[in-house]
């Protein structure tokens, strides 16, 4: 059964970094495809981005996000990184780290994803 955890989160000033962090356990993740998702308080979830799986890695991200945060995974570690630059305050929400077994061109849509972490939480502050 594959567990996925976040670690990396916390508060920042607006225009700072954070580097997150999915660690998984259970299974290899060179076959899934992952997803980074948040949801703001009083809003609904929304996909932020994605890695495809080895075969085709490919990186999708939310408009909202392009240029600033940055998809990584690294197969030998088991683990996926989502590196947050230029945060803003509308980038303040509980992140969720997703994953699902797939060879396809990834998507941030959360309905594709079997796995999910807990969620770690992100505040940007003005």
């Known amino acids: 059964q594959l567990q996925l955890v976040e670690s990396g989160g916390g508060s920042v000033q607006a225009g700072g970094s954070l580097r997150l962090t999915c660690a998984a356990s259970?299974?290899?993740?060179?076959?899934?495809?992952m997803g980074w998702f948040r949801q703001a308080p009083g809003k609904e979830r929304e996909g932020v981005s994605c890695i495809s799986a080895r075969r085709v890695i490919t990186s999708v991200y939310v408009d909202s996000v392009q240029g600033r945060l940055t998809i990584s995974r690294d197969n030998a570690k088991n683990m996926v990184n989502l590196q947050m630059n230029s945060l803003k305050t509308e980038d303040t929400a509980k992140y969720y780290c997703?994953?699902?077994?797939?060879?396809?061109?990834?998507?941030?849509?959360?309905?594709?994803?079997?796995?999910w972490g807990q969620g770690i939480q992100v505040t940007v502050s003005s």
């Open positions: 259970g299974t290899p993740l060179d076959d899934y495809a």
């Open positions: 997703a994953a699902v077994n797939s060879s396809r061109v990834c998507s941030i849509d959360e309905n594709e994803y079997a796995y």
